[in-house]
């Protein structure tokens, strides 16, 4: 599995802690996780680091996920969702995170620093993580979110 994750500045403290864990708790290594920025507390925009973010997973292909981290979680998703090929999701609970692998087939998940702490923001990124999607009924559905005939 490879990993972008990106931030803006309101989310640059949680990204570091979430890099972390996913190398002290997840089992994976440097390689696996790409720090798509920003690399400091400075103001920067939402929508430049999730366009960078969301372009490398797209350009990965099918073992990529990407995680991207601003205050609500929300801005991050409105920007991540414009691109085609992206199915982001901002949610602050556990529920929704395995849900949206299994039923939306999402490839980003956005998660607010600004609303949940790390322990739930890791909590959160594993289910997201460890769970695949889970085909069947769902294909169709998701086919239509592109646009697509099933
Ligand atoms: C930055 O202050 C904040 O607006 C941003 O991180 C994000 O929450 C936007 O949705």
Redesign the pocket.
Do not use: F, L, Q, S
């Given at each position: 599995m490879k990993i972008f994750i990106g931030s803006?500045?309101?989310?640059f403290r949680l990204k570091n802690e979430l890099i972390k864990s996913l190398q002290q708790n997840n089992g994976l290594h440097t390689a696996d996780i790409t720090n798509c920025g920003c690399f400091s507390e400075d103001s920067c925009d939402?929508p430049d680091i999730a366009r960078e973010t969301c372009l490398k997973v797209l350009d990965f292909g099918d073992d990529a996920l990407g995680v991207l981290v601003?205050?609500?979680g929300?801005?991050?998703s409105i920007a991540a969702n414009k691109i085609r090929g992206i199915r982001a999701t901002a949610t602050e609970n556990t529920y929704t995170a395995r849900m949206t692998r299994l039923h939306n087939n999402a490839n980003v998940l956005c998660i607010?620093a600004?609303v949940v702490g790390v322990g739930l923001a890791e909590d959160i990124l594993k289910a997201f993580l460890s769970t695949q999607f889970e085909g069947g009924r769902h294909s169709a559905r998701v086919a239509k979110l592109e646009g697509a005939d099933a």
């Open positions: 803006d500045h309101a989310g939402y601003c205050g609500t929300a801005g991050m607010g600004r």
